[in-house]
Antibody
């Protein structure tokens, strides 16, 4: 059974940093790209970043603006998202999602809440 | 960036009725469009990929159609557990992957 478990969310002041983690199990981690998708309270879904099997990365530059960094550790079956220079508008649930080639986001974690507030 | 516009914003129907949800893209996405269902407090769940293919374990009452810029998700006969928010998403031209703003399907 595929499992994605996010952690690392919390309350952080504006300008602060946070590192989110997603532990994956139940599938061949090295065979899949992974993404982070966020959802502000009461709002829709917004794709944030993608990392492919060998570490190539892509970002939603309009929302990230060079402040976030996605990475992965294939030995640990984990993907990470480093959030820096956080703003109130970054407040959201951050979901980790597994990408299936030719399909889309076929499995999602339950999310971790990031709250940016003083 | 490809913008996806979903309609209606809210759809009020009764169990047993047919639901038709629309997603329109600002430019062609070929058939690289997916539909997701999200219930309160839960993660999204993939329903349909490549416009018309049901994901694993998705009941046959869910179907998708369309290509290019206009897409439809149909639920043939609503079950109580189908009342949720539905999102479309394109993977044709990225980054960024983009989602529609969602359609809330509520019980009438």
């Amino acid at each position: 059974e595929v499992q994605l478990v996010e952690s690392g969310g919390g309350l952080v002041p504006p300008g602060g940093s946070l590192r989110l983690s997603c532990a994956a199990s139940g599938f061949t981690f090295t065979g899949h790209s992974m993404s982070w998708v966020r959802q502000a309270p009461g709002k829709g879904l917004e794709w944030v970043a993608n990392i492919n099997q060998v570490g190539g990365v892509r970002y939603n530059e309009d929302s990230v603006k060079g402040r976030f960094t996605i990475s992965r550790d294939n030995a640990e079956n984990s993907v990470y998202l480093l959030l820096t220079s956080l703003r109130a508008e970054d407040t959201a649930i951050y979901f980790c999602a597994k990408e299936q080639l030719g399909v889309g986001f076929d499995h999602w974690g339950q999310g971790t809440l990031v709250t940016v507030s003083s | 960036e490809i913008v996806l516009t979903q309609s209606p914003a809210t759809l009020s129907l009764s169990p047993g009725e047919r639901a038709t949800l629309s997603c329109r893209a600002s430019q062609s996405v070929n058939n690289y469009l997916a539909w997701y269902q999200q219930k309160p407090g839960q993660a999204p769940r993939l329903l349909i990929y490549d416009a018309s293919n049901r994901a694993t374990g998705i009941p046959a009452r869910f179907s998708g159609s369309g290509s290019g810029t206009d897409f439809t998700l149909t639920i043939s006969s609503l079950e109580p557990e189908d009342f949720a928010v539905y999102y479309c998403q394109q993977r044709f031209n990225w980054p960024p992957y983009t989602f529609g703003q969602g359609t809330r399907l509520e019980i009438k």
